[in-house]
């Protein structure tokens, strides 16, 4: 037991998806695994464990943004043994390339700033995914003929973003998308040696200023979360 996770030693598994949202953790673990159990309650962050394929997997959820991300991936790593960290949720698209529903796997990640901003000092760390994750998840992808873009994405600190000037930099430089856990992720992950990598499907469109249904955005997520469960065992 964590501060912040409140399961037992050996209810996490070494693979664990991590959403923001704890409902959807619920949904993803009841949809995709079979037998899950519900490892976590502390805060109403919801946690399950299950199998799936008769391989062990966790679905946890992480809230928003990269300080509730850290908190979570620092305590699955350090108290549970967690090897490899899934993130899955949701993305703006920044390109015109980029549709709704579409699958985006994040190469690397822009930030302004992170929790772990302090620990490089005047360095510009570069967080990136894992190689092999992501090459698991862009053939899973492929083989299942989802419509998916690799490539840089920008994790953001604010949701209520006033700052226009700097999304038309990102989409000139080639920004996928914007989404606000992974490079956190991505640079926890590095510092224990582990791997991580963020799945993501895109329900909102900045340029066109489209955006999904909120009732369509979950029924729109299963192919994200298997070919996360795909890659994750590749």
Same mark, same amino acid.
């Given at each position: 037991?964590?501060?912040? *996770?409140?399961?037992?030693? &050996?209810e996490?598994? =070494? @693979?664990?998806?991590m959403?923001?949202?704890?409902l ?6 009841e949809?995709?695994?079979?037998d899950? !159990?519900?490892i976590?309650e502390?805060? &109403?962050?919801?946690?399950? $464990?299950g199998?799936?394929?008769g ?21 699955l790593?350090?108290d549970?043994? +967690?090897? $490899?960290? *899934?993130r899955?949720?949701?993305? &703006?698209?920044m ?8 699958? !985006?796997?994040?190469?690397?990640? @822009?930030?302004m700033?992170t929790?772990s901003?302090?620990?490089f000092?005047?360095l %510009?760390?570069a967080p /990136?995914?894992?190689y092999?994750?992501?090459r698991?998840?862009a ?8 419509? $998916?873009?690799?490539?840089? *994405?920008? %994790? +953001?600190?604010?949701?209520?973003d006033?700052?226009?000037d ?8 080639? !920004?996928?998308?914007? =989404?606000?856990?992974?490079a956190?992720l991505?640079? !926890?992950? +590095?510092?224990f040696? /582990? ?6 499907t895109v329900?909102?469109? #900045?340029l066109r ?12 997520? &299963? ?5 996360? #469960?795909?890659a994750?065992?590749?």
């Amino acid at each position: 037991m964590s501060i912040h *996770i409140g399961a037992k030693p &050996g209810e996490i598994a =070494e @693979t664990v998806l991590m959403p923001g949202d704890p409902l959807r953790a619920k949904w993803a673990a009841e949809t995709f695994l079979d037998d899950p !159990v519900c490892i976590n309650e502390v805060r &109403g962050m919801l946690g399950f $464990t299950g199998t799936w394929k008769g391989r062990r997997v966790t679905i946890q959820g992480s809230g928003m943004g990269m300080p509730s991300l850290s908190i979570y991936a620092n305590e699955l790593i350090r108290d549970y043994g +967690a090897k $490899t960290l *899934i993130r899955i949720g949701s993305c &703006g698209a920044m390109q015109e390339s980029v549709a709704l529903r579409d699958i !985006v796997i994040g190469m690397a990640c @822009t930030a302004m700033s992170t929790p772990s901003l302090g620990f490089f000092k005047e360095l %510009s760390f570069a967080p /990136c995914a894992d190689y092999g994750l992501l090459r698991a998840a862009a053939d899973a992808a492929a083989a299942r003929g989802t419509p $998916t873009h690799v490539g840089n *994405i920008y %994790s +953001a600190d604010v949701f209520y973003d006033e700052r226009p000037d700097l999304n038309e930099q990102m989409t000139r430089h080639g !920004v996928l998308a914007v =989404e606000m856990e992974a490079a956190e992720l991505y640079t !926890v992950a +590095a510092r224990f040696g /582990c791997r991580a990598l963020a799945i993501l499907t895109v329900s909102d469109h #900045l340029l066109r200023g489209e955006a999904l249904p909120s009732a369509d955005r979950q029924t729109s997520f &299963g192919d994200m979360v298997e070919i996360a #469960l795909e890659a994750a065992f590749s």
